[in-house]
């Protein structure tokens, strides 16, 4: 498995911007996909996009299309998240995450077949 390290979270206004990054060692040959889930307090965590290794597709979820961007480096197995015009609802901790396989818009947003995960980096959105 890679060993995934976040970094770039923090404190914005609303209307701010931030950018996060994950960083991939290890067995990074086996990566095909990466992404980038979140999960507020309470909740559960849910796909916000994902890009994969290659081939640039890239996927989003709804409430953050038009702001987030994904994007990778492959030759240094770096994956980023622009995030732009930051809302209070995008407060949560954000985790990175690797498939060994290629995924679908439907399977690269379940996050049961990834394989290996960071330890997360904090955004806070104040209002």
């Known amino acids: 498995q890679a060993h995934l390290v976040e970094s770039g979270g923090g404190l914005v206004q609303a209307g701010g911007s931030l950018r996060l990054s994950c960083a991939a060692s290890g067995r990074t040959f086996s990566i095909a996909n990466m992404a980038w889930f979140r999960q507020a307090p309470g909740k559960e965590r849910t796909f916000v996009a994902s890009i994969s290794r290659g081939r640039g597709i890239t996927y989003y979820t709804d409430s953050v299309k038009g702001r987030f961007s994904i994007s990778s480096e492959d030759a240094s197995n770096t994956v980023f998240l622009q995030m732009n015009n930051l809302k209070p609802e995008d407060t949560a901790v954000y985790y990175c995450?690797?498939?060994?396989?290629?995924?679908?818009?439907?399977?690269?947003?379940?996050?049961?077949?990834?394989?290996?995960w960071g330890q997360g980096t904090q955004v806070t959105v104040s209002s």
């Open positions: 995450a690797m498939l060994t396989g290629y995924c679908t818009v439907t399977s690269c947003q379940d996050r049961r077949l990834y394989t290996s």
